[in-house]
C-alpha cells in the first residue's frame, strides 16, 4: 500500500510529524513501513521564465536561450524540439541533482550554458505517467507557475511516499479513507474526511434496472447521470492519482478511480449512450469470446461473473469494462456501476485470463460491505463539483443494503487477563474513542459500535490487539516461559516411513517428490476408485486445480521426463498422500521400475525388472513392517487394469484388508510403448499403518541339520502358486521353515488346462534333530491337502 503524505494532510494536522516519525509509529502499531520515497529526488530546481530563443550557430537542432529565474537570467542551450520564448520551464541550476546527472556550468559548441530546461523524465518522473507529447520534449508549465518558485512543489512531486506492508487481516488499509481513520488513531489526532453521506440520494425517477443472476454477486447498485462535462481534472485530483501511480486522463475517468482509492471500492463509469436498453444484469453461465477495454479479445467460460445488457456482453465483472461502452471525448452522460463481487470468483477469472487489474485486486481482498453506498455517494458528490452533473436519475439497486455496525460488551479484566498487563478501564477507554468504536462506558464494562470498515473486529481478543498495538507492546510483563522437558523422537508412522524408505533405497530406488495439486487428466483414471476428486475453490492455476486420487500417474510423469531426458533406466518411488471427497486423506507409496537396469554393459549383464521383482519388493517391505507372508496375500488383479496388465499384476491383501495394486504396467500406456515393459505398485500406507503387526523375531542359527523335500504337482491352470503355499505353510506348521517354487511348466507332456508346479519345501527344527519318518509323515500330510482342496496330482 502506497500512502501520499501530501494527501494524509488533507485529511489531518501533520505540522510536527515527520516522515521518518510516522514510519516508526505506523511500524510499532503492525503497519510496517517498508520504504520511504520522494515524488522526485531532484535538487536544485526553479521555475523560469524563456525570454530568448534562437537557433545554435554551430548546429542544426540546439537552441541558446535566455531563461528568467527570478534571481537572475541565465544562457542555457537546450536541444528539446518544443523549447520557445515565453514559456515557464523547469530550470536545473548549477549544481543541481538530476536521477542520472549532476548539473554544472559548460560550453556546448561554443556557447556558454549555464545550466539545463528540463523534461519531466530527466527530474525522475516514471514514462508511464507521461501523455507522448511530454515524453518528447520539456515540461512547459502552465502561465500561473511563479518564476523562481518550487516546480516540484507546483507540480505536486514534493511529496513523499511510503510503501506499507499490510497483514492479511487488515485490507481496510488499503483505501485511503480507513488508513486516514487508522493513522488518526494512531497519532490521537482527528481525521477530517469529505462529507459525501447521502449525495447519491437526490435523482427523479429512474428508467435504469440492475438485477443479478448469479450467487457470486449480491449487491448491485446503477445510477444515470444524463448530463457530464469532460474536462481536465483538478490539481489536487491529478496529484492524488499521480502519488499511487494513476494516470489522469479526464474528469469523469479520474473520479472513478480516485474513488476506488478513497474507499477502497472499484467503481465502473458507462457511456449511457452504449447501453440504450437502460438495463444491466450480472450472469454467471455464459461462453463467448470478448473484447475487453485493453483492446484484446478474451474467452469466458461459465463461472465468470459477466456484466450484460440484454444479450450483450459489456464487461468482466470486477476486472476490466469492455471497448464497445468506454467513456471516450464525445461522452455527455453516464451510467454508473457500483457492485460487490465474490472475491473467489473475482481471483479465478482474474489468474485464468491473465488480468490483475487494480479493480481486480481490490475485489480479491475482504471489502467493507457499506462500501458501495458510501462509492456511489462519493461518486455523484464528485461528478456534481467537477463534472457539472445533471439530469441525474434515483439510483437502481440489486440486493439488500446491511447493516454494517456491530455491538460488542467489554470489559478491562478480560483484556488485562489475556494479554498480561494492567490498563485501567479509562485508558482502555480512551483506545476505542481513538478508534472511533464510540465506546460507552456502563459499570464495569464499555459497549462499542465497531464501523463496518473494521471487518476484522468480531471478538474480545480482536479488541485485545488493538489495545496493545496502540497502547505499547512494552507493557507486556516480561516473564519466563513455562517450558516442559520433553524427549524428542519419531513417531511410530514416522519410523514405519523411514523403515520402508530405507528397505527401498536398499533395493536401489531413489525417492521423488510430485506435487500433490494436479490437472483435471491425472484424476480422470485413479489407480482404484475412492471418490469424488477434491477441486480448490482458488487454484492457482488449471495445472494446479484438483488434489490427486493415486500417487502412480504423478511417477509415470515423473518417469515420462526421465525419458525424454535420455535417462532410460530409473527405478523410483514416492510416498504421498491423495485426497477425496469429503475432503478424507489416504497416504499412499507408489513405484515404478525401468524394464531393465544394466549392471555391466561390457560383460553384458543387466537385471530385469519383471512381475516377480516388484512382487518381492512390496512383499520386502511389507516384511520389514512386520507382516510376513503368512498374512500377505496376492491375488489375481481383476478390477485395477486401467494401469495394469490384467495378465502380469496382482491385488494385495494384507489378512483380508485391500492393500493395493503390483505388477507390470498395461501395455496401452504411451509410457510402455515408448520405454517397453515397466513394473509399477501402489499401496495404502494409511491401511498398513493402522494393522496391528506381528513382532519381529530374531533368534540363532539352528543347531540341528534341516530336511528338503521337493515336490512336483501337476495341478489346474485357475489355482495359484501362493494359494498353494499359504496350504503348505498352515498345514506344516513351525516346522515348515521355508516353501518356495522353484520350476513351472507347460507344454508337452502336460495335460491341457494344467500346469506343472515343482515347489521346494524346507523343514527345520530348532529344538531336536528332525529324523526322515517324522518327515514323511507330514510331507504326506501336506500332499492330502493339496490333493484334497486344490486337486493336486503328484507326478511321477
Known amino acids: 500500500m502506497q500512502l501520499s503524505i501530501n494527501w494524509l494532510k488533507s485529511y489531518m494536522d501533520l505540522s510536527d510529524i515527520t516522515p521518518a516519525i510516522l514510519r516508526d509509529k505506523l511500524t510499532s502499531?503492525?503497519?510496517?513501513?517498508?520504504?520511504?520515497?520522494?515524488?522526485?529526488?531532484?535538487t536544485g530546481l526553479t521555475?523560469?521564465?524563456?525570454?530568448?530563443?534562437?537557433?545554435?550557430?554551430?548546429?542544426?537542432?540546439?537552441?541558446?536561450?535566455?531563461?528568467?529565474?527570478?534571481?537572475?537570467?541565465?544562457?542555457i542551450v537546450c536541444g528539446a524540439p518544443n523549447v520557445a520564448a515565453g514559456q515557464k520551464v523547469i530550470v536545473a541550476m548549477d549544481g543541481a541533482v538530476l536521477p542520472q546527472i549532476v548539473i554544472k556550468k559548460s560550453v556546448i559548441r561554443g556557447q556558454q550554458s549555464e545550466g539545463m530546461i528540463c523534461s519531466l523524465s530527466e527530474i525522475g518522473v516514471d514514462a508511464s505517467?507521461?501523455?507522448?507529447?511530454?515524453?518528447?520534449?520539456?515540461?512547459?508549465?502552465?502561465?500561473?507557475?511563479?518564476?523562481?518558485?518550487?516546480?516540484?512543489?507546483?507540480?505536486?512531486?514534493?511529496?513523499?511516499?511510503?510503501?506499507?506492508?499490510?497483514?492479511?487481516?487488515?485490507?481496510?488499509?488499503?483505501?485511503?479513507?480507513?488508513?486516514?481513520?487508522?493513522?488518526?488513531?494512531?497519532?490521537?489526532?482527528?481525521?477530517?474526511l469529505p462529507d459525501c453521506e447521502g449525495a447519491a440520494d437526490i435523482g427523479g425517477p429512474t428508467s435504469l434496472k440492475v438485477a443479478s443472476e448469479a450467487k457470486g454477486c449480491p449487491t448491485f447498485l446503477g445510477k444515470v447521470i444524463g448530463s457530464v462535462t469532460l474536462k481536465p481534472s483538478p490539481d489536487w485530483i491529478v496529484k492524488a492519482l499521480h502519488s499511487y501511480g494513476v494516470k489522469s486522463i479526464n474528469n469523469v475517468v479520474d473520479i472513478s478511480n480516485l474513488v476506488m482509492l478513497e474507499t477502497g471500492q472499484p467503481t465502473h463509469f458507462y457511456d449511457?449512450?452504449?447501453?440504450?436498453?437502460?438495463?444491466?444484469?450480472?450472469?454467471?453461465?455464459?461462453?463467448a469470446d470478448y473484447t475487453a477495454l485493453d483492446g484484446n479479445t478474451y474467452s469466458c467460460t461459465p463461472g465468470d461473473l459477466m456484466i450484460t445488457t440484454g444479450d450483450k456482453l459489456i464487461g468482466f465483472a470486477g476486472i476490466m469494462g469492455g471497448d464497445d461502452s468506454k467513456i471516450l471525448d464525445t461522452t455527455t452522460g453516464i451510467i454508473i456501476e457500483v457492485a460487490s463481487f465474490d472475491r473467489v470468483h473475482i481471483r479465478r477469472?482474474?489468474?485464468r485470463l491473465g488480468l490483475q487489474t487494480e479493480a481486480a485486486v481490490h475485489y480479491q481482498r475482504v471489502m467493507e460491505p457499506l462500501t458501495p453506498y458510501k462509492a456511489m455517494d462519493r461518486c455523484v458528490a464528485l461528478l456534481l463539483q467537477y463534472a457539472d452533473a445533471k439530469e441525474i436519475e434515483a439510483t437502481a439497486i440489486y440486493g439488500i443494503k446491511p447493516s454494517g455496525e456491530l455491538k460488542l460488551l467489554t470489559d478491562e479484566k478480560f483484556h488485562n487477563k489475556l494479554l498480561g498487563t494492567n490498563f485501567s478501564l479509562e485508558e482502555i477507554t480512551d483506545v476505542f474513542r481513538r478508534l472511533d468504536f464510540k465506546p460507552v462506558v456502563k459499570g464495569s464494562q464499555v459497549e462499542l459500535t465497531i464501523p463496518s470498515y473494521r471487518s476484522d473486529i468480531s471478538i474480545q481478543p480482536d479488541l485485545s490487539e488493538e489495545i496493545i498495538r496502540l497502547l505499547g507492546f512494552e507493557n507486556i510483563t516480561s516473564t519466563l516461559p513455562v517450558?516442559?522437558?520433553?524427549?524428542?523422537?519419531?513417531?511410530?508412522?514416522?519410523?514405519?516411513?523411514?523403515?520402508?524408505?530405507?528397505?527401498?533405497?536398499?533395493?536401489?530406488?531413489?525417492?521423488?517428490?510430485?506435487?500433490?495439486?494436479?490437472?483435471?487428466?491425472?484424476?480422470?483414471?485413479?489407480?482404484?476408485?475412492?471418490?469424488?476428486?477434491?477441486?480448490?475453490?482458488?487454484?492457482?492455476?488449471?495445472?494446479?486445480?484438483?488434489?490427486?486420487?493415486?500417487?502412480?500417474?504423478?511417477?509415470?510423469?515423473?518417469?515420462?521426463?526421465?525419458?525424454?531426458?535420455?535417462?532410460?533406466?530409473?527405478?523410483?518411488?514416492?510416498?504421498?498422500?491423495?485426497?477425496?471427497?469429503?475432503?478424507?486423506?489416504?497416504?499412499?507409496?507408489?513405484?515404478?521400475?525401468?524394464?531393465?537396469?544394466?549392471?555391466?554393459?561390457?560383460?553384458?549383464?543387466?537385471?530385469?525388472?519383471?512381475?516377480?521383482?516388484?512382487?518381492?519388493?512390496?512383499?520386502?517391505?511389507?516384511?520389514?513392517?512386520?507382516?510376513?507372508?503368512?498374512?500377505?496375500?496376492?491375488?489375481?488383479?481383476?478390477?485395477?487394469s486401467e494401469y495394469f496388465h490384467p495378465g502380469q499384476s496382482a491385488a494385495i491383501y494384507l489378512d483380508k484388508t485391500f492393500l493395493g495394486v503390483c505388477g507390470m504396467l498395461h501395455p496401452k500406456l504411451e509410457i510402455v510403448k515408448q520405454a517397453g515393459a515397466l513394473g509399477a505398485a501402489e499401496l495404502d500406507l494409511s491401511a498398513i499403518f493402522s494393522a496391528k503387526a506381528s513382532a519381529i523375531r530374531y533368534q540363532p542359527i539352528p543347531r540341528y541339520p534341516g530336511i528338503q523335500r521337493d515336490l512336483a504337482l501337476l495341478i489346474p491352470q485357475s489355482q495359484s502358486a501362493g494359494a498353494l503355499i499359504n496350504a503348505i505353510y498352515k498345514t506344516g506348521g513351525k516346522l515348515v521353515e521355508k516353501a518356495e517354487v522353484f520350476d513351472l511348466y507347460t507344454g508337452k507332456g502336460v495335460p491341457d488346462g494344467q500346469k506343472s508346479l515343482a515347489i521346494r519345501i524346507s523343514y527345520q527344527s530348532y529344538e531336536k534333530t528332525l529324523v526322515e519318518a517324522e518327515i514323511d509323515v507330514l510331507t504326506n500330510t501336506i500332499i492330502e491337502r493339496l490333493q484334497r482342496d486344490f486337486q493336486a496330482q503328484i507326478r511321477s
Open 483 to 640: 517450558l516442559v522437558s520433553k524427549e524428542g523422537g519419531l513417531s511410530l508412522d514416522q519410523k514405519k516411513r523411514e523403515k520402508i524408505k530405507d528397505v527401498l533405497t536398499g533395493y536401489g530406488l531413489q525417492e521423488v517428490i510430485n506435487y500433490s495439486l494436479v490437472n483435471r487428466s491425472f484424476i480422470n483414471h485413479p489407480t482404484w476408485e475412492l471418490g469424488e476428486a477434491v477441486e480448490l475453490a482458488n487454484p492457482l492455476s488449471e495445472e494446479r486445480r484438483y488434489y490427486r486420487t493415486s500417487v502412480l500417474p504423478s511417477l509415470i510423469s515423473t518417469a515420462l521426463y526421465q525419458l525424454d531426458h535420455y535417462q532410460d533406466e530409473f527405478a523410483l518411488f514416492e510416498i504421498g498422500d491423495v485426497y477425496y471427497e469429503p475432503m478424507e486423506k489416504q497416504e499412499r507409496l507408489s513405484i515404478i521400475l525401468s524394464s531393465n537396469v544394466d549392471l555391466s554393459l561390457w560383460q553384458k549383464a543387466a537385471l530385469q525388472n519383471d512381475f516377480y521383482r516388484i512382487k518381492g519388493m512390496v512383499a520386502g517391505v511389507l516384511s520389514e513392517l512386520g507382516f510376513g507372508q503368512n498374512r500377505v496375500f496376492f491375488k489375481e488383479n481383476i478390477e485395477q
Open 29 to 42: 502499531a503492525g503497519l510496517e513501513v517498508e520504504r520511504i520515497e520522494q515524488g522526485s529526488p531532484a
Open 129 to 192: 505517467m507521461q501523455s507522448e507529447a511530454q515524453l518528447a520534449g520539456i515540461e512547459v508549465l502552465s502561465k500561473d507557475a511563479p518564476i523562481g518558485g518550487d516546480p516540484l512543489a507546483f507540480l505536486g512531486l514534493d511529496d513523499t511516499i511510503l510503501e506499507i506492508s499490510l497483514t492479511p487481516n487488515r485490507s481496510d488499509c488499503y483505501a485511503m479513507w480507513p488508513l486516514a481513520k487508522e493513522i488518526g488513531a494512531i497519532l490521537d489526532r482527528p481525521v477530517t
Open 47 to 75: 521555475i523560469g521564465l524563456v525570454l530568448t530563443c534562437n537557433p545554435h550557430p554551430d548546429s542544426d537542432h540546439l537552441k541558446c536561450t535566455t531563461v528568467d529565474v527570478g534571481s537572475t537570467v541565465l544562457s
Open 349 to 351: 477469472t482474474s489468474r
Open 272 to 287: 449511457k449512450d452504449k447501453i440504450p436498453l437502460r438495463q444491466i444484469t450480472v450472469k454467471d453461465n455464459i461462453a
